[in-house]
């Protein structure tokens, strides 16, 4: 991204100004006035205007250089200001929201309970919690691009792709989600927040995280498997995110595992990810520690070694590994790194991963393949929104 490019709140002369010096490099005002056709002392005030927020600096004179008479005309160049990214992310339970630098920075950052499929305006929400988050931060630098991270696939121009009626014989549809789940709202953030606007899906944006901040740093080819909020892969190949044609590449959650199974939102039944959800866990393990547990619990009972939970979580990375084989017989990934916010309890789930990919996979590869917990935790997908903003 260009230094001019990253300027997007600039309007009127200002913004004429920061292309010229995009352009031309390092000029007076005088000649600035006159590439862009304006009266000297409207140049003057918006390059007083510019210089006091940090998007312009003065160029330091080089010795030996200087008049020998008079002061010397000071020259000016756009601030090498580092590009800073607001990020939302929505969950399945909660909305979190930060501002990210280029160096994985994370400012103003906050969680809260929200239900995004209650959500009917979703830019409007991201107005709100990126204004709150500038002023926890503190900071008084533009945003220069905007992500919104979502559970689900994304066709970007379309939207999700996935969630249109299906009618049952019965009549019954398949369940309802909020109207802007259909389009792609990046149009509307970008005319929001005048800045250009990205949205992408939850586990595509964790994958970047970690193959650009986290444990698979310096990779060229990484899974990251996400199973906590929701289940999805975000893949990346040569480097690059891999989306596919609809943005449904890495949707493990919807491979179909059960022709009887319960009716999913992309119309088919018995996908993975309503097969092997939190909710299948926690019945599970109601039956044995009684009706008040909850995922918290369940993660708290893996981490003190319960050999009942164990042996749920155990099962479920079997499960997930027998219908991943395929996927990594076709990319052939260096690393697979699992949902850092499992905590102690992805062990576990490795082990079953493990069990269940031997068996589908050449010895080759079930030997050379790491397997590994995230290392970002809840900051994966924080952190793959600035990275994403780079490449």
């Known amino acids: 991204m260009s230094s001019a490019s990253r300027l997007t709140g600039l309007r009127g002369a200002e913004r004429l100004l920061a292309d010229l010096l ?144 299906h009618p049952e014989p019965s009549g019954a549809a398949s369940p309802p989600a909020a109207a802007w789940l259909l389009d792609d709202v990046q149009p509307a953030l970008e005319e929001a927040f005048d800045a250009p606007a990205t949205v992408e899906n939850d586990a595509n944006l964790a994958a970047l995280g970690e193959a650009g901040f986290g444990v698979a740093a310096g990779l060229q080819h990484v899974v990251h498997l996400k199973l906590v909020t929701g289940m999805g ?68 009972l893996s981490a003190q070694g319960d050999h009942g939970v164990r042996r749920i979580l155990e099962d479920l990375g079997e499960l997930v590994g027998r219908h991943l084989a395929p996927f990594c017989v076709m990319l052939d990934p260096q690393m697979l790194v699992i949902d850092g916010t499992l905590g102690p309890a992805a062990a576990p789930v490795i082990t079953g991963l493990r069990n269940g990919l031997r068996r589908s996979v050449p010895p080759v590869m079930s030997r050379s393949l790491q397997i590994t917990t995230g290392t970002l935790g809840t900051d994966a997908e924080l952190l793959g929104a600035a990275r994403l903003t780079r490449v």
């Open 233 to 300: 892969a975000g893949v990346i190949v040569n480097g690059q995110l891999v989306r596919g044609a609809h943005g449904l590449a890495g949707q493990l959650s919807h491979l179909t595992v059960d022709l009887g199974g319960p009716l999913c939102a992309c119309g088919s039944r018995g996908c993975l990810g309503k097969v092997a959800t939190a909710d299948q866990l926690l019945d599970s393990a109601r039956s044995a520690f009684g009706l008040g547990i909850d995922m918290f619990d369940l993660l708290g």
């Open 22 to 165: 995009a352009t031309n490099g390092p000029s007076t005002r005088t000649e600035l006035a006159r590439l862009a056709e304006l009266p000297v002392s409207t140049v003057t005030s918006a390059t007083g205007r510019m210089l006091a927020r940090g998007d312009l600096e003065e160029v330091p004179q080089i010795p030996g250089s200087l008049p020998r008479r008079g002061r010397p005309a000071a020259r000016l160049r756009l601030s090498p200001r580092a590009h800073l990214t607001g990020v939302v992310v929505l969950t399945p339970r909660t909305i979190r929201t930060a501002l990210v630098g280029d160096d994985g920075s994370v400012a103003g950052r906050e969680e809260v309970a929200f239900d995004w499929l209650q959500c009917s305006d979703v830019v409007a929400e991201c107005i709100q919690r990126l204004g709150a988050a500038r002023r926890r931060s503190g900071l008084d630098a533009a945003i220069d691009h905007v992500v919104l991270g979502r559970p689900g696939p994304h066709q970007q121009g379309v939207g999700m792709p996935l969630l249109t009626p």
